[in-house]
């Protein structure tokens, strides 16, 4: 069974900074396309920042420059270095991987808040 575990986030301060990790666990072929979401109650779920298999990288306008996606094929595991935060990036992160023969896969989420 393919699974995608998050870790990292909690609570910090305005222009403190946070990490985020996401692996994909089982058994598997390949994993294309892999990316956080951020989700606040009551809105839909956004890309915050996308990887593809070979590195190519895409972020929302309110993240470029401040926050950092990065991936390790052989572990099977994406980061989300999130620097310089601010209120507006609080909310619920998910990870989501594009699992090759399995489609999407998503995590359970994780909580992000920073407020002073």
């Known amino acids: 069974q393919v699974r995608v575990v998050e870790s990292g986030g909690g609570s910090v301060r305005p222009g403190e900074s946070l990490e985020l990790s996401c692996r994909v666990r089982?058994?598997?072929?390949?994993?294309?396309?892999m990316g956080w979401y951020r989700q606040v109650l009551g809105t839909q779920r956004e890309l915050v920042a996308s990887i593809s298999e070979h590195g190519i990288t895409r972020y929302a306008d309110s993240v470029r420059g401040r926050f950092t996606i990065s991936r390790d094929n052989g572990k099977k595991m994406i980061t989300l270095q999130m620097n310089s935060l601010k209120p507006e990036d609080s909310g619920v992160y998910y990870c989501?991987?594009?699992?090759?023969?399995?489609?999407?896969?998503w995590g359970q989420g994780t909580q992000v808040t920073v407020s002073s």
């Open positions: 089982g058994s598997i072929y390949s994993i294309q396309g």
């Open positions: 989501n991987a594009d699992v090759r023969f399995e489609g999407d896969k």
